[in-house]
Nanobody
Framework: QVHVAESGGGLVQPGGSLRLSCAASGFTFNTYSMRWYRQAPGKERERVATISASGIVTDYGASVNGQFTISIDNRNHTSYLQMNNLKPEDTAVYSC???????????WGQGTQVTVSG
């Protein structure tokens, strides 16, 4: 059974940093990507960052480009989202998505709350 779990969320002051983790397990396919999304109250879900299993291909949403960095430990199937210079508007539930290019596998974690407040 595939399991995806996020961790690392919490309360941070504006200007602070957090690193989120997304650990995936229970699968055997080798070609996959991991995405981070976020959803703030009353807003639509927003794609934050994407990374391929190799770590070679990365992509960022326009609102976080240059502020967030995604990385991956493909031996342990864990992706990381380093978030710097956090702002109150970064407050959201951050969720991780494990998926394959052809759409035959698509798994989500429960999400982790990030609150930026001073």
């Amino acid at each position: 059974q595939v399991h995806v779990a996020e961790s690392g969320g919490g309360l941070v002051q504006p200007g602070g940093s957090l690193r989120l983790s997304c650990a995936a397990s229970g699968f055997t396919f080798n070609t996959y990507s991991m995405r981070w999304y976020r959803q703030a109250p009353g807003k639509e879900r927003e794609r934050v960052a994407t990374i391929s299993a190799s770590g070679i291909v990365t992509d960022y949403g326009a609102s976080v480009n240059g502020q967030f960095t995604i990385s991956i430990d493909n031996r342990n199937h864990t992706s990381y989202l380093q978030m710097n210079n956090l702002k109150p508007e970064d407050t959201a539930v951050y969720s991780c998505n494990l998926y394959t290019p052809f759409g035959d596998h698509d798994y989500w974690g429960q999400g982790t709350q990030v609150t930026v407040s001073g």
